[in-house]
């Protein structure tokens, strides 16, 4: 594995921007609250590990968007 690269698609922030983080059991690897997030982990972070996981949330509780998770290996 070269490693990953997680984004939102069919996402429109002008209707709340979320927020999209990725985490190696309780370890955070990295976020982004762009208005078009994405978040990207070396192989060195992913490689070996099962419990990689993606977490998205609203910018606020409140916020209500809908969204399609990618995931890619490069």
């Known amino acids: ?18 927020r999209i983080c990725l985490f190696d ?8 609250d762009d ?3 994405v978040v990207s982990a070396t192989a060195m ?13 609203g910018s606020t509780d409140r916020v209500a968007n809908g969204y399609t998770l990618k995931v890619e290996f490069p």
Not at 1 to 18: E, P, Q
Not at 45 to 57: P, Q, S, Y
């Open 1 to 18: 594995m070269k490693g990953a690269r997680i984004s939102l698609v069919n996402y429109d922030a002008s209707h709340g921007l979320l």
């Open 25 to 32: 059991g309780m370890t955070q690897l990295g976020c982004s």
């Open 35 to 37: 208005p078009m997030p």
């Open 45 to 57: 972070d992913v490689g070996g590990h099962t419990g990689v996981k993606a977490r998205v949330l």
